[in-house]
């Protein structure tokens, strides 16, 4: 039996997605958005930019922020290219402020924040 290999670009759209779709979608925009034309537009997809979850949650239920280079690309340049797409924000406290400021979300209808004080939570909402 000869050895074969694919690679990745060789794979068909459909399932290409089935195997991002396995992966959290931060982690898919980061590491694929702008890395080519057929890349760019399968991550474009609303099963990528419609509910982000912009914070690392560990099996002990545990939040943290995002690494700030990870932060950084978002803010600077993910975000704005997808931010009529997105619809529901997850958000951490101490990056929630940073993520909110970063674009204008026309579409966004859902907002969840973790780690949050009540006491800044009302000031937010009053």
């Avoid at 074969?4 to 898919?28: A, C, G, Q």
């Avoid at 997850?90 to 979300?105: D, F, G, P, V």
Wanted: charged share 20%.
């Amino acid at each position: 039996m000869e050895d074969s290999s694919i690679e990745l670009n060789e794979l068909p759209d459909e399932i290409l997605i089935i195997i991002l779709k396995k992966l959290f979608n931060t982690e898919v925009l980061y590491s694929l958005i702008d890395v080519n034309k057929r890349l760019n537009s399968i991550v474009h997809d609303p099963i990528f930019t419609s509910h982000l979850i912009l914070m690392r949650c560990f099996s002990d239920d545990s939040i943290y922020p995002l690494p700030d280079s990870i932060l950084d690309r978002f803010c600077s340049q993910i975000l704005s290219s997808i931010h009529h797409k997105i619809k529901w924000l997850n958000l951490e406290s101490s990056s929630m402020k940073r993520i909110l400021l970063a674009t204008n979300y026309p579409n966004l209808y859902g907002l969840g924040l973790y780690n949050i004080e009540a006491e800044t939570a009302l000031s937010l909402f009053i």
